[in-house]
């Protein structure tokens, strides 16, 4: 099948790489309308946590020179009422209206929108909105005994949040070791560095959005149904988007909110949030509080596993952070019990940040087996060797592809684990040093994908599919796939994304999009292929059944060879195949199979601690990651570079405080939320197996990019441990944390 392996695999720059370094690449705000310039908004948001808008004083707006109009719940019906979800059309971070009623349920809430000739003059006048409310008691302590505790039973993804089998207490009894601790991990933001953003402009009954989304397809669908139009008139153009980690993935109301504006105006209007408004407008990652319980036998055996999240969700977001979905999958273990509870509060709601649960569960799962490790006197990575499983552990099946233990073993050799001593043994110079290593997994998704394949006189393949590249490199990966099938260098294949006039595909999410497209392309490749093939007959010629290759201008089939300008008639330019698969896998409702997909890896990390500071110092991290087949070694190996320096900024940096008085965010900034920079980064090695699983989709790929933040902080944490005795049960891991215990 495979006509051209030079090209997948293959360590290719970005396609778009010369318009990103060259600034040509426009992202959201960078978009003008074709005619006039947009009016600029700038969002009005409550200070309160809980209550109700009173009224408005807007005084201080009418004498200001360039103030256009102020919009809120007392225009009335702008926005059509809005119940998620509204048959599985579209995935809205919140499940309310925006400016449905005077309720406010937290700080930092849309109120209104303040729309102005200058962004200047919108946001002087959106600070001089003076907010009458009634004020009414506010949830937003987590331990509030108040607060309505709720077991939600399924996932987004349709997967069990309660889980059980076995016998837990029975395995109990059973054991020679346990571990039961609570770890706990912060409030995280996303902090993409490009801010969300929408230039919403109507002409007539259509509107034109340019949006900073991960999915440009459900951002029409949502926005249509709230603009009650239909979804056919609403184009929603992302062609470039500078980073996203999950806050840009379900649609948000401040992309509503300018929609309505801009139709209210009669002109186009350009929101850009702040990076203040980014910490309340696109969710973030929930603080969790995690029980977990791992009971051993004496060769280290799991006899019972617990793993009791708490969390907490808006009043109008009910995204839960799934921390023990991957225990209840990853170890061999008869005996399991999982929970998941939220508590309702007035704060602002969560959303999937990059590896939602994944993350923050395997922080909490991989230090309790360190903890368990050192109880049973074991090796942390015999005990998970000892561990193992070829079957999925919630519903039996076996993985379609699992190299786990190779990882193990090539990650540790990597490291250089045999050089790893007992906890606060190892001394260099004034350093503490030590070893530390997780298990990394991440589910292998696929969702429903078409695709348009064309071929052009000048013999240029065109591959057009309604899906986003976030800075992932899809571009790229999207041109060697169909270079590929064709026989041809990925430069003669043009690439048509971010714009959900293409055949529909699915958000940038759950790191599905390469194993989407995987299939959808490999369609329609064959599709074009056959359309070409016939053609060629109806020409006279006799193709032979080599594959079909397009290359220099030509199409050829063994000695066959025939100018692309002679294949496709004049009248028509161009040959149009349409593709694609209705397929989705790791969702519930998906396509019934025997098989689990997941992708499985394993982190290694050296720290160095200051022996007089506590400062601690990541010189050296190891990733060995099962993902599949690669498509691209260089952009693959970037997101593993990403998600592994996203793995340092949870384990030692990235945390969100919240007043818990006002409910107020209070570090929403780039200068005092904490995230890796290049001195924080040194060593990073990246190994991936490429091993195929074409199981899950023609091209053997399984798609990547959270699974590399995936036990990334336990590794870290463990690390810590290993140099210094000192368990650490919460995030971030912080100097202060070990200054006192430190051994001199
Ligand atoms: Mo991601 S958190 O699946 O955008």
Not at 33 to 51: N, T
Not at 125 to 154: C, H, M, N, W
Request: proline residues 5%.
């Amino acid at each position: 099948m495979n006509v051209n392996s030079t090209v997948i695999g293959k360590p290719i720059s970005r396609v778009d790489g010369r318009l990103k370094t060259t600034g040509a690449a426009r992202y959201a705000a960078d978009h003008r309308p074709v005619e006039g310039r947009p009016l600029h908004a700038v969002l009005v948001k409550s200070s309160i946590a809980s209550g109700r808008i009173t009224g408005f004083d807007l005084s201080a707006l009418q004498s200001m020179s360039g103030f256009v109009r102020f919009v809120s719940h007392l225009d009335g019906a702008l926005i059509r009422t809005i119940k998620n979800p509204v048959d599985g059309a579209f995935a809205a971070g919140e499940e309310y209206t925006p400016f449905e009623n005077d309720r406010v349920h937290f700080v930092g809430q849309h109120i209104g929108l303040v729309v102005a000739q200058t962004l200047e003059v919108a946001e002087a006048a959106a600070k001089a909105v003076v907010v009458d409310y009634e004020t009414s008691a506010a949830r937003i302590e987590f331990a509030d005994p108040t607060a309505e505790v709720r077991q939600p039973d399924l996932y987004n993804t349709g997967e069990e949040l309660q889980v059980s089998r076995g016998h837990v207490e029975a395995g109990l009894v059973e054991a020679v070791e346990i571990v039961k601790a609570t770890y706990t991990t912060p409030i995280e933001h996303h902090n993409p560095i490009e801010p969300s953003a929408t230039l919403a402009v109507w002409d007539g009954d259509h509107l034109t959005i340019y949006d900073a989304t991960q999915g440009s397809v459900n951002d029409k669908n949502y926005v249509a149904f709230g603009m009650s139009v239909d979804p056919k008139n609403v184009r929603v153009l992302n062609p470039f988007i500078g980073g996203g980690f999950g806050c840009k993935g379900f649609t948000w109301p401040h992309t509503l909110i300018a929609a309505a504006a801009a139709r209210a105006v009669e002109q186009p209007v350009l929101l850009v949030l702040s990076r203040k408004d980014m910490y309340t407008s696109c969710g973030h990652r929930p603080y969790t509080e995690q029980e977990v319980t791992l009971a051993a036998d004496a060769d280290g055996v799991l006899t019972a596993t617990r793993h009791r999240t708490q969390s907490y969700r808006s009043l109008v977001g009910d995204h839960v952070e799934p921390c023990g979905m991957t225990t209840a999958m990853l170890y061999q273990c008869d005996n399991l019990e999982v929970t998941h509870s939220v508590r309702v509060l007035n704060r602002p709601s969560g959303t999937p940040l990059r590896s939602p649960g994944e993350a923050p569960g395997t922080f909490a799962l991989e230090s309790a087996m360190d903890e368990l490790a050192e109880k049973l006197g074991m090796d942390p990575v015999d005990l998970r060797r000892r561990n193992h499983t070829d079957i999925d552990q919630r519903n039996g099946r076996k993985w379609s592809s699992k190299h786990l233990l190779e990882c193990y073993d090539r990650g540790a050799e990597k490291i250089g684990w045999g050089r790893r001593k007992a906890p606060g043994q190892w001394r260099d110079g004034n350093d503490l040093v030590g070893l530390g290593m997780a298990t990394a997994c991440y589910p292998g998704y696929r969702m429903p994908t078409q695709t348009r394949l064309t071929l052009d006189r000048d013999g240029t393949l065109h591959v057009g599919v309604a899906v986003q590249d976030i800075g992932t490199g899809l571009y790229t990966v999207l041109a060697q796939m169909v270079a590929e099938r064709f026989g041809t260098s990925p430069e003669n294949v043009r690439v048509l994304i971010g714009d959900s006039d293409l055949p529909p595909g699915p958000l940038a999410g759950g790191s599905m999009t390469t194993a989407s497209v995987a299939a959808a392309v490999d369609d329609g490749c064959r599709a074009l292929s056959e359309k070409l093939r016939a053609r060629l007959v109806d020409m006279g010629h006799t193709p032979g059944n080599e594959p079909l290759v397009i290359d220099g201008g030509a199409l050829r089939s063994g000695p066959l060879s025939v100018p692309a300008a002679e294949v496709i008639p004049t009248d028509v330019h161009e040959i149009v195949a349409e593709g694609g698969s209705d397929d989705t896998y790791g969702f519930t409702g998906g396509v019934e199979t025997d098989k689990s997909f997941y992708s499985f890896g394993a982190i290694f990390a050296e720290v160095r601690i200051d022996r007089d500071f506590g400062i601690i110092r990541v010189p050296k991290m190891t990733g060995v990651f099962d993902v599949g087949r690669v498509i691209n070694a260089k952009t693959a190996r970037s997101q593993m570079l990403g998600g592994m320096t996203f793995g340092i900024g949870m384990a030692l940096m990235e945390e969100t405080f919240i007043d818990d008085k006002t409910g107020r965010f209070v570090n929403p900034s780039l200068g005092e939320y904490y995230v890796p920079v290049n001195a924080d980064v040194n060593e990073f090695d990246v190994e991936m197996l490429d091993i195929p699983d074409y199981d899950f989709n023609p091209f053997g790929a399984r798609g990547l990019g959270e699974i590399s933040n995936v036990g990334a902080s336990a590794a870290i944490a463990n690390a810590v441990y290993n140099a210094t005795g000192i368990r650490v049960r919460h995030l971030p891991i912080r100097l202060d944390d070990l200054l006192e215990d430190l051994p001199r």
